[in-house]
């Protein structure tokens, strides 16, 4: 149980154009995912909590216009990267915890690698 | 600013000998978790420790928990290069609500 998915799983990109992931929980619903950034051999960023039917709240830094987050349903948050440049390039992962909480126990989808050339 | 340091950043072995990885603060955390991570992957929960003192074993890794919740320790005994990943350790602290994690101790255990 507590499976969590992500997709795609890898994506290249030329700089100024979006790209949306989406973060998936497919055997449990989700009120509450998460969103980090990680960079090559270093440990995540949190980016932001995810909330279903209601904004997401972002971690200091991060800009809520560049990183839009949408959780439009208890199974789907969607991250998208708008007019992405080459320093956006990084692995995102998504998380949902249970029962809720950041501090709980999270899940961890398999991750996206974004290039951005 | 709250911090976990975590210990060796990085750390290479041959297959068949001990390792500790530690994860430090001085913020109490009511729990702790830790995770391995392989490359192109998100990580995996291995165990969470919520009790002061509190030791967990998982086949050959074995889990500790201070006793003041500060610190944590991750222990392997006899590595096997399937050991080979990112350990992260991550901190439920409990003054702030806020989920600390340790930057990563990247582990390869050479055949």
């Known amino acids: 149980g507590a499976v969590v998915s992500q997709h795609p799983s890898w994506v290249i990109c030329k700089s100024g154009t979006s790209v949306k992931i989406e973060c998936r929980s497919l055997?449990?619903?989700?009120?509450?995912m998460f969103w980090y950034r990680q960079f090559p051999k270093q440990s995540l960023m949190l980016m932001a909590t995810s909330n279903e039917g209601s904004k997401a709240t972002y971690e200091q830094g991060v800009e809520k216009d560049k990183f839009l987050i949408n959780h439009a349903s208890l199974t789907l948050s969607t991250l998208t990267v708008t007019s992405a440049h080459p320093e956006d390039s990084s692995f995102y992962i998504c998380s949902a915890s249970i029962p809720g909480r950041r501090t709980d126990t999270q899940y961890f989808g398999p991750g996206t690698r974004l290039t951005v050339l | 600013t709250q911090l976990l340091e975590q210990s060796p950043q990085f750390l290479s072995i041959q297959e068949g000998e001990n390792l500790t990885v530690y994860c430090n603060s001085s913020s109490v955390f009511s729990s702790l978790q830790w995770y391995r991570q392989e490359p192109g992957e998100g990580p995996v929960l291995l165990v969470t420790v919520v009790t002061g003192g509190e030791v967990k074993k998982l086949k050959r890794l074995t889990f500790q928990f201070g006793d003041a919740r500060k610190d944590s320790s991750l222990h392997i005994t006899a590595a096997q290069p399937g050991d080979t990943g990112l350990y992260l350790c991550a901190g439920d602290e409990v003054s702030n609500y806020q989920l600390i994690w340790g930057a990563g101790t990247k582990l390869i255990i050479k055949p």
């Open positions: 055997d449990f619903q989700a009120t509450t």
